[in-house]
């Protein structure tokens, strides 16, 4: 198996994260088989504990590790299957090393960072799954942070370990463009690459993140500089779609590039799945606005999936979508009807705690009344619960306990299991459970009549059984439920197309395969607007 390790310099969010998944992509179109990897040097275990302000959307697996956003780019973009050994903490690092050191396994050495903490990391890169040909894996952060310093000590002894000639480095850098000079620099990127120089790590490619070409001066200046051989220096301009970018590194000459440093044959390039997306995006048609009723609306990486997700479904209804992304903080029963005035369909994605909640359920409220389509994800559904308990099945003051302990209609309660947890860090109902899918259920429609689906999870709380019947009686079907028993999704019968469902849809969604729920929904919002 080849490495590919990848990591960022000058400044962070240059797409890193893309551009491995990117690269992923391109290599599945040469027919090799990937898998990639992530290195987050914070000491937390896992973001599961993180708030999305400092961390973004926390991506779920199917086997319930809770892990960084990238890991929703790689999956997205690739057919590789990612489990928890994918995604690798410092804190996960640390424990590990910590927890050994308590059991008297170092035999009386002194436990340092080198070696015990790189053996440890190159440990975890052996992510051998049986069948990937080359792991990409990026590391997070910026080239010179304190904390990632032991993970590129790391990679340094592992590409010494297993052949030099077995490993590839991909540094992603920035070229700003002054518009003073109209220039554009590369003393920063010959700066971060002098830095890993020093650390013992020469790149082999250049990923140059820029919004200007590059002259072939400055191309010159980049390989002469940072003694990368000159077809390693690779342009990776801005883009307005990200599904251009495996084409546009291939037109850069970047699998060819892998395909020689590794001495792998070269199969030729397929490129005709990214051609076909990049059609879809050029056919769309029909404008749409649906409103993302959420808590951290301000934020580009809160509800990552969930954006990503609704484009896989506009793509398929070949339709011009925009999201209007409304704070749940701000709307109430007055301003509800305005804020929603242009929006075809509603969405209330996932959330923890309490701001916002009553927002959510005035927006709620208005789709259900007005026969607009309404998707709500995770606690979007167990607020469509508690909204319909409230204004249709008359339990008033009904609530879920995460908000009101002491509701009088505990209509969404903690698991069984959840009310015994004492640690918050991945404890939650995490990962892929099956779902039966009630016939005849608009749901079940949705999934083109499959009996039975697998979906991922992360919740404490749950629709709490005892009041099935009352909610059903006043119209409110329970359309999808766990073998176990519990309750999975609902739905408003009387409704054009109204669902919520506990788990998280938006993990499974793929440009190439729009999750049916975001498909079906924005069908529905499309029919509604027409
Ligand atoms: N806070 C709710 C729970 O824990 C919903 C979680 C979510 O939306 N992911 O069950």
Redesign the pocket.
């Known amino acids: 198996m080849r490495h590919i390790f990848i990591t960022g310099g000058v400044v962070s969010s240059l797409g890193k994260g893309l551009t491995a998944a990117a690269l992923g992509a391109l290599l599945e179109c040469r027919g090799l088989r990937v898998t990639l990897q992530k290195l987050d040097p914070y000491l937390n275990v896992d973001p599961g504990t993180m708030s999305p302000f400092q961390h973004g959307e926390v991506y779920v697996l199917d086997d319930g590790a809770e892990t960084d956003l990238d890991l929703g780019h790689y999956e997205r973009f690739t057919h590789a299957k990612l489990g928890r050994g994918n995604s690798v903490s410092a804190g996960q690092i640390y424990e590990t090393v910590l927890l050994r050191e308590r059991r008297g396994d170092f035999l009386g050495q002194t436990v340092q960072v080198i070696p015990h903490v790189t053996d440890e990391i190159r440990a975890r890169l052996h992510v051998d799954d049986g069948v990937a040909d080359v792991a990409i894996v990026e590391l997070g952060g910026t080239v010179g942070d304190m904390e990632g310093m032991p993970f590129l000590e790391a990679l340094r002894q592992f590409a010494l370990d297993v052949g030099r000639s077995n490993v590839l480095f991909g540094h992603v850098t920035l070229l700003p463009y002054l518009r003073m000079a109209d220039e554009v620099k590369t003393k920063p990127a010959q700066q971060s690459v002098a830095t890993l120089r020093t650390l013992g790590i020469q790149p082999d490619i250049l990923f140059c993140r820029t919004e200007r070409h590059l002259s072939d001066e400055v191309r010159k200046k980049l390989s002469l500089f940072c003694n990368v051989p000159a077809p390693g220096v690779v342009q990776e301009l801005d883009v307005t779609s990200i599904y251009a970018v495996p084409a546009m590194l291939h037109d850069e000459g970047v699998d060819r590039f892998i395909l020689d440093h590794f001495g792998l044959p070269a199969t030729p390039c397929d490129l005709s799945p990214w051609a076909k997306v990049r059609e879809m995006e050029r056919r769309r048609r029909h404008p749409l606005t649906i409103a993302l009723v959420g808590k951290y609306v301000d934020l580009q990486d809160a509800y990552k999936s969930v954006y990503e997700a609704l484009e896989h479904g506009a793509l398929a209804c070949s339709c011009r979508l925009d999201v209007v992304r409304v704070d749940s903080e701000i709307v109430d029963e007055g301003n509800v009807m305005g804020m929603l005035k242009d929006c075809s369909g509603v969405l209330v994605p ?3 705690g309490n701001r916002g909640i009553l927002g959510k359920m005035c927006a709620i409220r208005h789709a259900r009344e007005n026969g607009i389509p309404y998707l709500g ?3 979007g559904m ?1 607020l469509a619960v508690v909204e319909f308990a409230r204004n249709r099945a008359g339990l008033a003051g009904a609530h879920s306990t ?1 908000f009101d302990p002491a509701t009088p209609h505990p209509v969404v309660e903690p698991m069984e299991e959840q009310k015994r947890v004492s640690n918050m860090g991945g404890s ?1 109902r995490l990962g892929s459970y099956p779902c039966h899918v009630a016939r005849h259920s608009l749901l079940s429609r949705v999934y083109g009549g499959q009996e039975r689906v697998d979906e991922r999870h ?4 749950e629709f709490n059984g005892h009041y099935r019947t009352a909610l059903e009686d006043c119209g409110m079907a329970i359309s999808g439920v766990h073998p176990g028993g519990l309750v999975e999704a609902v739905e408003v019968v009387a409704h054009p197309w109204f669902v919520g469902v506990q788990f998280h849809p938006e993990f499974r969604s793929k440009p190439h395969g729009p999750h049916p729920l975001f498909r079906e929904f924005i069908a529905a919002s499309l029919r509604h607007c027409q």
């Open positions: 996932g959330g923890f994800i995770c606690l167990q995460e939650m992360r919740h404490r709380y």
